[in-house]
């Protein structure tokens, strides 16, 4: 039996074509070096709540108070349902210490993701739904963005941080 933690980690990172373009966003230090520290749980929201690959992309808008997660072609769907559940059970039904998250993204993207207005303009940055959702069911839960793997004093602290996680 392993006695490795658990983190779960954006499929696409893990070479996974799960991107609405159908590609991958594989990355070595997840594939070779955290593969080896770490039992992974390879996760992707959006095929999860039933988006196919390819796909049409998704946005964050802004509906008042709200933060909705929409899809971008006609009829629009609204999304922020289906994502927040699914990040309630995916809680429920594992246990893991830390989460490595692909930067950007409506869904897994944490302070970077574009926001749109009602009249189409980018208002600010925020949190994806589910790596938002993941944050309030789980405070203190070490994340790393995609972006931050490169940086070697942030991959450490998040090595660090999730050793010394109480899953």
Excluded at 3 to 23: E, F, M, N, P, W
């Amino acid at each position: 039996m392993s006695c490795k933690k658990s983190i779960a980690v954006s499929a696409c990172l893990l070479g996974h074509k799960v991107r609405y373009d159908g590609q991958h966003q594989a990355n070595l230090i997840v594939v070779q070096d955290l593969s080896v520290l770490f039992n992974i749980i390879p996760v992707c929201p959006e095929m999860e709540i039933g988006l196919g690959v390819p796909r049409e992309k998704i946005e964050l808008h802004q509906q008042g108070d709200d933060i909705r997660l929409l899809s971008t072609t006609q009829p629009v769907v609204d999304l922020t349902a289906r994502m927040l559940a699914y990040a309630q059970r995916f809680v429920e039904r594992h246990l893991f210490a830390g989460l490595v998250l692909k930067d950007k993204s409506p869904s897994c993207g944490v302070g970077n993701c574009k926001i749109w207005d009602k009249h189409g303009h980018m208002q600010h940055h925020a949190d994806g739904i589910f790596a938002a959702t993941i944050m309030r069911l789980k405070p203190g839960l070490p994340m790393l963005q995609s972006n931050e793997l490169g940086v070697e004093s942030a991959l450490q602290s998040f090595v660090q941080r999730v050793n010394a996680y109480a899953s």
